[in-house]
């Protein structure tokens, strides 16, 4: 039986070509099958439809390898091969301690070697890395690694051997056969065979045609075109007209007006310039400091519709929240204000403690900034000696070089003027032919033009009569009849139509709708004009709200101000922890040594 494992396989594989053709379940499908193989013996049939049984079972783990195998070997890989690594896939994953190594390649040999061994070198190299990580996602990992993973490790050896065996064999049914080389074998001279007989001549050297000689080059390559030049004086013209134009409008000042200032005008405008200048301090050290906080006049905001109404709904919730909570108060509450004191102060030692840790990081960032830029600038010394060095042995290839191309160029010339001698012998066959197509063309361009003047006389006599034509055409169509129409305002056009009416009537009828229309929106105007002093009220109401609400805030934000002084207070005793006085003077030092380290770089360059 173990010899039949390959054409079982092949069964198996038509099976599930089948299955993946149609649309029927899988037990339908099982039962047809066995139909098809009731001629075939018991283990040969149970083979088959466990393995393709087990093929659709498994289809959601399956295609996890196929898929990726198709997406980097697709152009390699046929589509209609899909069921073969499938089984194969699955007879390796599951039924390989079943099978046994043996029987596995039997059915392995009897498909495509070649196909074959690359699925298997694709699928044992990454069965450990995302195969697993992808069947992990399916399955539970601990099932995965005991029941998958780990028997096919352990056959990984033989495996091994028998993908070496596949690609042995695929490389001597690569390799062509050669027919056998024929040697040489050597026959002896006879010097007496022919003993009147001459010498043979030696052949004549055959002649070297002579290169024609090239055409020069034009002049007119390296000449600057005329257009160009014309271009330039036209412009150089244009700019003196400009410039004599502008002096002539500076020297012929306005007629109507006198353009001078007066006197009092003069020292009025040097007043106000000195005055602009004194208050510009180019030479201050200091600066102005930030602009006052205080600002006591404040202008109000204009608000539109929508923003009064929400601040106005804001305020209106928060004055609603106060009662309730003074309505809680006089119902027995407890005032939260012991709890917002211990609050606040211990607030203000987190503070405090974040102020000291801030302030200990940043200097801590400055001395490992120093550090870097001090191991920065001894990394750029080591590199700027290396690339001297490179610059230097540069230098030496670049000079051999040179020679070598020299001597080159010296070869290449004496080439070619060997060459351009042997090219002289061809010139004057080369001048008689030219001579004879000359005179062939010569002929050809006569009997052409000949020709051309035939059709040309032709297609104007045409041409002649499709305009005469189209004259007399436009001349009939350029006279208008005479229309002479009599209509009555006050008839109707008698169609017998359910609503047909004279002209006169419809203007009426018209008039009359307009005067409704005009009623309607005389109405819908007076309603709006209500709404709109109705909602101007409610606003006018929002805004006194909104105002005192706005000065309530204004003491709220000044004591806030109060507390950030307070702040400021907590931070400047911050600044005398010992900790960060010793982080400051390392940060001093380092800053120091890497002034020390720019001077030294700056005396040695």
Known sequence: MASGYGSLAREAIVLLDK??????????????????????????????????????????????????????????VSMGDRSQFVIICYLATFSLDDLGLQRFSIIIRSLDIKKMHTFLTFFFTNLTTWIQDEWNTIYDAFYVEEHLISPLQRWRPEIDILMDQLAVKISLGNQVKKSPIKTTKPQEFSLTKFPHTRPRPLPLPELIPLQGKSKPVPKSTYM?????????????????????????????QFRCVNPEKSETTKSTMAQIKEDLESKLKFNSFHSSGLPSSNKNNMWPIKLNNAAILRQGALYEREVEEELQRMERLVEGAREPSSFLQWQKEMRDKDLQEELANIERRRLEGRISYE????????????????????????????????????????????????????HKNSKAAKEKLQKFKQSIVKEVAEQRREL???????????????????????????????RVRNFDYTESAGHELLGEMSLVELKERLALLKEAQQAEQHEKRELILEE??????????????????????????ASRKEERKARLAFRQAMIQDDTVLALQKKLEEKQLERQRLKQTESKKA
């Open 532 to 557: 709109k002093e109705n909602k101007k009220r409610l606003l006018l109401e929002k805004l006194d709200n909104i105002n005192v609400h706005t000065r309530a805030l204004a003491q709220a934000a």
């Open 371 to 422: 550090e870097a830029a001090m191991a920065r600038s001894r990394l750029i010394e080591r590199n700027q000696k290396t690339a001297q060095l490179k610059k230097e042995e540069t230098a030496a290839l670049m000079r051999r070089y040179a020679e070598k191309r020299l001597r080159e160029e010296k070869e290449m010339r004496d080439l070619v003027q060997q060459v351009a001698e042997g």
């Open 19 to 76: 299955f993946s053709a149609g649309r029927q379940s899988l037990d339908d499908f099982m039962e047809d099958a066995s139909k098809d193989l009731q001629i075939m013996d018991t283990t040969h049939k149970k083979f088959i439809l466990d393995v393709v049984s087990g093929c659709i079972e498994n289809k959601t783990l399956l295609d996890v390898v196929i898929n990726v195998f198709y997406g980097q070997n697709g152009k390699r």
């Open 224 to 252: 600057s075109p005329k257009e160009m030049q014309m271009m330039e004086e036209i412009k150089q013209k244009n700019h003196q007209k400009t410039e004599e134009l502008l002096s002539q409008a500076n020297m012929k």
């Open 452 to 482: 051309l003047r035939q059709a040309l006389e032709e297609a104007q006599a045409e041409l002649s009569r499709k305009f005469k034509v189209i004259r007399e055409i436009h001349a009939i169509e350029s006279l208008t009849p005479l």
